[in-house]
Every structure is written in structure tokens, then in C-alpha cells.
């Protein structure tokens, strides 16, 4: 595991000197609605040439503030954090105030819960104000992930202001950001803990609406688990009691689990990462005994799907993201409708397909119209019982719809 590291990227300039942002006439509008992304070509010119991750105000073409925030050389060229003059992102008490919020908005959402739910997303950056970040909670260890230079060059005030919203709640912070920021930045550093108030842990046991997953933040995708479904898998307990349910692309099995514990007879999960299955594998054993069978596959979802003759009551696809880009945004549709058709077809007459898409480029109407396609080449009478998101720890600010990436369908196959 890496070793404590207590050195951080120091921002090497005046902080009462920041270079100002001008934007061309009449692209100030998003930035006074409240958008915080200022794309590349909104930019009329810059006061002076600054580098990735610095920190720049940004200013109408009269030289009106509009925000300040994190400079990019890039299509999103600055992510702002803040829209008023008084507060300075590179002071102390702005981040400190910033997480005491978001603590707040998931305890007025009941999370954690004493003995129900351990595990949850702190900081889901548009959404908590703090573009290019992410912070899960995990017990008693932060997980920081950094989607931005600049973020990433502030990391010494979030870790003190982790330590000092949360107190003896925390035990470490993890910084995992080498595999989400930009490639020639991320080869300078290294994923480790950085406080640790006693020996550092690579995984912990957490709770999740009563159900044990074991996360390992070192080697696990993202952070370590995906929490976004923490609903959604709440839902799927209330459709498995005495059925058989297929689990596809199950990473370390969340909805598999809740299925078990909830009556499920027969769940079968489905996943091309050995990993990922072992992980799996060890999840449903944390939760027995329960009365079900549970089965996994270590095989590519579609040709497990194409090769398999067996049907099921209940049916979850939960796919990783298929476009990225707008550019790749077509073939991620013929993506999504191979796959639904393939997986309604699983689907026993009278059951249930939990469907979903993490794609950001493919809204929640282009979802919703490319899985009516599959239906319709399927040839299954499909109804809609739930329109599904993520969890309300994963917010989505008014002022930032791109924040409601994820999206879901819960279908009634005749």
C-alpha cells in the first residue's frame, strides 16, 4: 500500500494576484445563471497566460466579476467554484463551510444511518459546488478524487477541512486521483493516504441499507464501490422475493446481494473481470446465510446473454459508460439497443428489467427512446414502472443539469 504521503503540489504565486478570465459578449449569460463551466470558446482573451490547475477570476468583457475558479487548458477551460467576490477558494473557511454543507444536506437526507448505512458520497462536485471533486465516505475512511488539476492542487485545505468538519469520525483520508486526472499530471503522483490518525487500512466492511459490501479503495474501480445505485438496489429487493434474477455486469455483485437478502431464489451474476466476480463471490458470503443460490459468471455480458438458453423473472443491466464524448454518442445507442434487445429477451413473460446508462451524452429522452427501439425490435409488450436516478447523496445542481448522469428504467415485460 502506498505510504502516508504528507507533501502536496503547492500553487507558487501572489494569491491576491489572479489573472482574470474576459469572456466575449454575451457569453456571460451561463456564468450568471449559475453554470460552472466556462467552455473555451467563450474566452475573448486572458490578463495573461496562467497554467493548468491555477486559479483565475473570471470577468464579463467590461471586467465585471462573474466567479473565480480552476483555469484548463481544454474544451471546459474553467470550472468555477464561486460566484461571489468575498469568497476565496484558496482560503480556508471557504472549503471548511463547503463540506459542513454537503455533511448537512445528506443528514437532512438520513445518511449515514446508525447501523443501516455507513457508506456515501460526501462531495459529488457540481452538485456540492466543488467542480472536479469527489469524496466517498466510507466508515471511517475519505476517499478523495480529483477530476482536475486545480483540485487536485488544493488537496492540503480539503484534507484539513475533512479533519476538521468530521473530527473523530475519521481515522484516513485516501487520495485516489491518479487514474482520474489528466495523463501528463497524474505520472507526478502517487494514490495514498494522506492523514491517517492511526494505521492505515486498505478496505473496510460498510453497511448499506442493512446489506454488507467490502470495499477496497486501492485496487476498486472508482473509489472503491459504485453508490449511486444505493436506491435503485433498494428498489430491486421490493420485485425478487422467490425469483430468478440475472445480475449483468455486476462488478462486486450490489444488486445481486440485495436480491439474496431479499428472498431471491436463484441470482445468477455476470461479469468479464475475474476480479470483479471475486469481489462478488466474497460480498454474497459476508451476507449469508440466506436461502437463495447464487451463481457467477466470469464472461463478456453479450455473449453470455447470446450463448445462455435460460430466462429469468428478474433482469438487471447496469452497463459501464458506452460514450464519453458526443462524438461517440451514436454508436453508444446501437450500444445500448443490442444490449436491451438481448437482455429482453431474457426477460420471462409477466417480468421485470431494471435498465440502466451512466452516459452523460446520452440524455434521460434519447435513453428512454433507445430502449422503446429494443422493445419494438424485441417484439415485447414493455410497460414503465419507474424512472429511476442517482441517490440523493449524488445531487444535481438546478444550475448544472449535466450532473444527472444517471439514468434508469424499471419495465414491466409482457
Given at each position: 500500500?502506498?505510504?502516508?504521503?504528507?507533501?502536496?503540489?503547492?500553487?507558487?504565486?501572489?494569491?491576491?494576484?489572479?489573472?482574470?478570465?474576459?469572456?466575449?459578449?454575451?457569453?456571460?449569460?451561463?456564468?450568471?445563471?449559475?453554470?460552472?463551466?466556462?467552455?473555451?470558446?467563450?474566452?475573448?482573451?486572458?490578463?495573461?497566460?496562467?497554467?493548468?490547475?491555477?486559479?483565475?477570476q473570471v470577468a464579463d468583457i467590461k471586467g465585471n466579476f462573474l466567479?473565480?475558479?480552476?483555469?484548463?487548458?481544454?474544451?471546459?477551460?474553467?470550472?468555477?467554484?464561486?460566484?461571489?467576490?468575498?469568497?476565496?477558494?484558496?482560503?480556508?473557511?471557504?472549503?471548511?463551510?463547503?463540506?459542513?454543507?454537503?455533511?448537512?444536506?445528506?443528514?437532512?437526507?438520513?445518511?449515514?444511518?446508525?447501523?443501516?448505512?455507513?457508506?456515501?458520497?460526501?462531495?459529488?462536485?457540481?452538485?456540492?459546488?466543488?467542480?472536479?471533486?469527489?469524496?466517498?465516505?466510507?466508515?471511517?475512511?475519505?476517499?478523495?478524487?480529483?477530476?482536475?488539476?486545480?483540485?487536485?492542487?488544493?488537496?492540503?485545505?480539503?484534507?484539513?477541512?475533512?479533519?476538521?468538519?468530521?473530527?473523530?469520525?475519521?481515522?484516513?483520508?485516501?487520495?485516489?486521483?491518479?487514474?482520474?486526472?489528466?495523463?501528463?499530471?497524474?505520472?507526478?503522483?502517487?494514490?495514498?493516504?494522506?492523514?491517517?490518525?492511526?494505521?492505515?487500512?486498505?478496505?473496510?466492511?460498510?453497511?448499506?441499507?442493512?446489506?454488507?459490501?467490502?470495499?477496497?479503495?486501492?485496487?476498486?474501480?472508482?473509489?472503491?464501490?459504485?453508490?449511486?445505485?444505493?436506491?435503485?438496489?433498494?428498489?430491486?429487493?421490493?420485485?425478487?422475493?422467490?425469483?430468478?434474477?440475472?445480475?449483468?455486469?455486476?462488478?462486486?455483485?450490489?444488486?445481486?446481494?440485495?436480491?439474496?437478502?431479499?428472498?431471491?431464489?436463484?441470482?445468477?451474476?455476470?461479469?468479464?473481470?475475474?476480479?470483479?466476480?471475486?469481489?462478488?463471490?466474497?460480498?454474497?458470503?459476508?451476507?449469508?446465510?440466506?436461502?437463495?443460490?447464487?451463481?457467477?459468471?466470469?464472461?463478456?455480458?453479450?455473449?453470455?446473454?447470446?450463448?445462455?438458453?435460460?430466462?429469468?423473472?428478474?433482469?438487471?443491466?447496469?452497463?459501464?459508460?458506452?460514450?464519453?464524448?458526443?462524438?461517440?454518442?451514436?454508436?453508444?445507442?446501437?450500444?445500448?439497443?443490442?444490449?436491451?434487445?438481448?437482455?429482453?429477451?431474457?426477460?420471462?413473460?409477466?417480468?421485470?428489467?431494471?435498465?440502466?446508462?451512466?452516459?452523460?451524452?446520452?440524455?434521460?429522452?434519447?435513453?428512454?427512446?433507445?430502449?422503446?427501439?429494443?422493445?419494438?425490435?424485441?417484439?415485447?409488450?414493455?410497460?414503465?414502472?419507474?424512472?429511476?436516478?442517482?441517490?440523493?447523496?449524488?445531487?444535481?445542481?438546478?444550475?448544472?443539469?449535466?450532473?444527472?448522469?444517471?439514468?434508469?428504467?424499471?419495465?414491466?415485460?409482457?
Open positions: 500500500m502506498p505510504t502516508l504521503r504528507s507533501h502536496f503540489h503547492k500553487v507558487k504565486r501572489d494569491q491576491n494576484k489572479v489573472t482574470t478570465v474576459y469572456l466575449k459578449k454575451g457569453k456571460e449569460e451561463p456564468v450568471r445563471r449559475k453554470h460552472p463551466w466556462v467552455f473555451s470558446g467563450a474566452i475573448h482573451h486572458l490578463e495573461k497566460e496562467v497554467k493548468d490547475g491555477e486559479m483565475v466567479g473565480s475558479g480552476h483555469f484548463h487548458h481544454g474544451s471546459i477551460a474553467v470550472r468555477l467554484l464561486s460566484f461571489e467576490e468575498s469568497l476565496n477558494p484558496l482560503e480556508a473557511p471557504f472549503w471548511r463551510v463547503r463540506l459542513q454543507n454537503a455533511k448537512q444536506v445528506r443528514s437532512a437526507c438520513g445518511i449515514p444511518k446508525q447501523g443501516e448505512t455507513s457508506a456515501y458520497r460526501l462531495i459529488h462536485g457540481e452538485g456540492d459546488g466543488l467542480s472536479g471533486l469527489v469524496i466517498d465516505i466510507y466508515g471511517t475512511t475519505a476517499v478523495v478524487q480529483c477530476h482536475s488539476i486545480g483540485m487536485h492542487l488544493q488537496m492540503g485545505l480539503i484534507r484539513d477541512a475533512l479533519v476538521e468538519v468530521f473530527g473523530k469520525e475519521l481515522i484516513q483520508i485516501y487520495d485516489k486521483s491518479a487514474e482520474s486526472l489528466p495523463g501528463n499530471y497524474a505520472k507526478t503522483i502517487q494514490n495514498g493516504v494522506i492523514w491517517s490518525a492511526g494505521d492505515p487500512v486498505e478496505s473496510a466492511v460498510v453497511l448499506e441499507n442493512g446489506v454488507r459490501f467490502k470495499v477496497d479503495w486501492v485496487t476498486g474501480q472508482k473509489t472503491g464501490f459504485f453508490l449511486d445505485q444505493r436506491d435503485n438496489r433498494q428498489l430491486l429487493a421490493s420485485f425478487v422475493a422467490g425469483k430468478t434474477v440475472l445480475n449483468t455486469f455486476c462488478y462486486s455483485g450490489g444488486f445481486s446481494c440485495y436480491a439474496l437478502m431479499a428472498g431471491a431464489k436463484l441470482v445468477h451474476s455476470v461479469d468479464v473481470s475475474a476480479k470483479a466476480m471475486e469481489l462478488t463471490a466474497e460480498n454474497v458470503q459476508l451476507n449469508a446465510p440466506f436461502n437463495g443460490v447464487h451463481e457467477g459468471f466470469t464472461a463478456d455480458v453479450p455473449l453470455f446473454l447470446k450463448s445462455s438458453d435460460q430466462k429469468y423473472e428478474v433482469v438487471v443491466v447496469d452497463p459501464p459508460a458506452f460514450a464519453k464524448s458526443m462524438d461517440k454518442r451514436h454508436n453508444a445507442v446501437q450500444g445500448y439497443k443490442r444490449l436491451n434487445i438481448a437482455a429482453l429477451q431474457k426477460v420471462e413473460p409477466g417480468g421485470i428489467l431494471f435498465t440502466f446508462s451512466c452516459s452523460q451524452v446520452i440524455d434521460r429522452e434519447l435513453f428512454y427512446h433507445t430502449i422503446a427501439a429494443a422493445a419494438i425490435e424485441a417484439g415485447r409488450n414493455v410497460r414503465v414502472l419507474h424512472h429511476l436516478t442517482q441517490g440523493p447523496d449524488h445531487p444535481v445542481s438546478m444550475f448544472h443539469p449535466e450532473g444527472a448522469y444517471l439514468k434508469g428504467l424499471v419495465l414491466h415485460v409482457g
